[in-house]
């Protein structure tokens, strides 16, 4: 059973630079055809100082955070994980070049189906190097029972 105990852990902040090469790799990764992913003039031409950050790529980006051992601690088993949702509210676009700020944090810890199924509910604050209000990311991860 997953320790509820972790409802409002906070997790170390992590800071990431969106690289043009990485956008453009994840933009073909997931079908995206619009030149501004891919071409700097094109951009320019849209209005953008840069490459745009593809859709739900701040996940990616999220998933540098440095290992650690807070699943263990919260008696989660990485065996009976799944990726049950996310979700994303964008506040301003992001660029290549730009130095993301994620802060995220637990902020529900909840079961269905008798406690076969655990969900944790995390939310992460984005920000980037001017302290705009990029985004906000939700996730769940469901962990299954024996």
């Known amino acids: 059973m997953i320790d509820r105990n ?12 969106a690289e ?4 453009r790799f994840f933009a073909k990764a997931i079908g995206e055809t619009d030149p501004v992913y891919f071409d700097e003039a094109a951009a320019r031409d849209a ?10 790529f701040l996940f990616s980006l999220e998933l540098m955070q440095p290992p650690s ?3 263990e601690k919260a008696g989660i088993e990485l065996p ?7 979700s994303f509210t964008y506040h301003q676009v992001a660029h290549a070049g730009d130095t993301l700020l994620f802060e995220g944090r637990v902020t529900d810890v909840y079961d269905k189906k008798n406690g076969a199924l655990e969900f944790v509910v995390m ?7 001017r302290h705009e209000h990029v985004a906000d990311v939700r996730k769940v991860l469901v962990h299954r029972s024996a």
């Open 6 to 17: 972790i409802i409002g852990m906070v997790f170390p902040p992590l800071r990431v630079t």
């Open 20 to 23: 043009a090469g990485q956008l």
């Open 47 to 56: 209005g953008h100082p840069g490459l745009p950050v593809p859709p739900t």
């Open 69 to 71: 051992d807070w699943r």
């Open 80 to 86: 009976r994980v799944l990726h049950g949702e996310q």
């Open 123 to 129: 939310h992460t604050r984005v920000t980037n190097q």
